[in-house]
């Protein structure tokens, strides 16, 4: 298989985006997709701070968060501010 260079590895939407190049064979290309497509699935329910099961939050910017890191990012301070 062709070595396949990772360019760039992204949050964008509350999403896992992924660029890539080289691997031009079909065979590791599909293998490379496949690796890809199942780290965004995975990504989708891990929290972005610590790693824990998680789910997607937020009304304009998304994000995955757990419970715990969701309440202290949108925790609302004395003002009736979000932090």
Do not use: D, W
């Not at 070595?3 to 939407?13: D, G, I, N, R, T």
């Not at 985006?17 to 891990?46: E, Y």
Request: aromatic share 4%.
């Amino acid at each position: 298989m062709p070595p396949v260079a990772l360019c760039q590895v992204k949050e964008k939407f509350g999403t896992l985006r992924f660029h890539i190049a080289g691997g031009r064979s079909l065979v590791g290309n599909a293998k490379t997709h496949r690796l890809i497509a199942a780290a965004c699935q995975q990504a989708l329910t891990t929290c972005e701070q610590c790693g824990a099961p998680g789910e997607m939050v937020g009304a304009g910017v998304k994000t995955v968060l757990c419970p715990t890191c969701a309440k202290q990012r949108f925790e609302i301070n004395v003002n009736g501010h979000f932090c």
